[in-house]
């Protein structure tokens, strides 16, 4: 039921996680052509690795035309032996739950920042303050990725994460097509006006490096945003018999590519150099008085 659009979304959706947030501090690190090459390279090997898996799907008996619904487990347990098969799944699913805690903690830092910026400060409880275990704190800190800073803290923003997410994860994926439209508009809206913002600071532009040597933060982070074949049956089971998968894949890679290159370039361009400090894309907005750019993060 899901057409060509709505499955582009989806996996872009899949793909465009929390670490557009790093891509400036990468570009400043790595080097602007090498955000560009690794980012491109890696996405032809997602997608040869996509295709492969779905080429593994319609090999199953009497699947052809995906006309059973295949999920990942499926695939591993008729492919693989039992000691394999649990060791992939295993694999599967600490990808899946780290990839879910990286969105989840992305998502209440978004919020911890609106509750500073809209109350002076972001509630939370403490877990190693000098008063004791769970002692309330309220962080107002604007030059970490969190109003917190380093300590060990529950955001009181998770409980709100958690009320908006639990809804929408009980449904099935075709039930959230139109949240996939919502989400890639707000982030091509987004994107639009952090490029803006950029290129509007008094050092913007400020030389970046074309290639360097410090290439391992890029490559770890690029390959983690990447990863996104386990999440490729569901979506088959799902989509419409005339949507043609390698378009899906190139119209998906091409979109992310693009925007996280330019958000990282004109960003790392923009700023002194912070790549080895706790600040992150977000932070330098959220503590840069736009009100526009304060919203938007």
């Given at each position: 039921t899901i057409g060509l659009f709505g499955g582009v979304m989806l996996l872009v959706n899949n793909l465009a996680g929390p670490t557009i947030a790093s891509m400036p501090a990468l570009a400043q690190e790595s080097g602007w052509l090498a955000v560009l090459l690794v980012?491109?390279?890696?996405?032809?090997?997602?997608?040869?690795?996509?295709?492969?898996?779905?080429?593994?799907?319609?090999?199953m008996p009497g699947n052809k035309h995906f006309e059973q619904r295949i999920e990942f487990a499926n695939l591993t347990?008729?492919?693989?032996?039992?000691?394999?098969?649990?060791?992939?799944?295993?694999?599967?699913?600490?990808?899946?739950?780290?990839?879910?805690?990286?969105?989840?903690?992305?998502?209440?830092?978004?919020?911890d920042y609106m509750m500073l910026n809209v109350y002076g400060c972001a509630p939370g409880l403490a877990l190693n303050h000098r008063q004791g275990p769970f002692a309330y704190v309220c962080g107002?800190?604007?030059?970490?990725?969190?109003?917190?800073?380093?300590?060990?803290?529950?955001?009181?923003?998770?409980?709100?994460?958690?009320?908006?997410?639990?809804?929408?994860?009980?449904?099935?994926?075709?039930?959230?097509?139109?949240?996939?439209?919502?989400?890639?508009?707000?982030?091509?809206?987004?994107?639009?006006?952090?490029?803006?913002?950029?290129?509007?600071?008094?050092?913007?532009?400020?030389?970046?490096?074309?290639?360097?040597?410090?290439?391992?933060?890029l490559v770890g982070t690029v390959l983690f945003n990447f990863a996104f074949s386990s999440?490729?049956?569901?979506?088959?089971?799902?989509?419409?018999?005339?949507?043609?998968?390698?378009?899906?894949?190139?119209?998906?890679?091409?979109?992310?590519?693009?925007?996280y290159t330019v958000v990282g370039v004109v960003g790392g361009m923009a700023y002194q150099p912070f790549y080895d400090t706790g600040e992150n894309l977000f932070s330098k907005i959220n503590a840069g008085g736009s009100r526009l750019g304060k919203a938007t993060v």
């Open positions: 980012q491109a390279l890696v996405a032809i090997l997602a997608v040869a690795c996509g295709n492969m898996l779905i080429v593994a799907m319609a090999m347990r008729f492919y693989l032996p039992q000691p394999a098969c649990t060791a992939v799944m295993m694999c599967y699913h600490a990808n899946s739950i780290l990839s879910l805690m990286s969105l989840i903690i992305q998502s209440a830092q978004v919020v107002t800190r604007t030059d970490s990725v969190t109003p917190f800073g380093d300590g060990l803290i529950v955001s009181g923003s998770m409980a709100l994460v958690a009320a908006v997410c639990v809804p929408f994860a009980v449904r099935n994926l075709d039930d959230n097509v139109v949240l996939q439209y919502l989400a890639i508009a707000g982030l091509t809206a987004m994107s639009a006006v952090w490029i803006c913002l950029l290129a509007s600071e008094p050092e913007f532009p400020r030389p970046l490096p074309t290639f360097t040597s410090s290439q391992g933060s999440t490729l049956p569901s979506w088959v089971n799902e989509k419409r018999p005339e949507v043609s998968v390698m378009t899906s894949f190139c119209i998906t890679m091409a979109y992310v590519v693009l925007v």
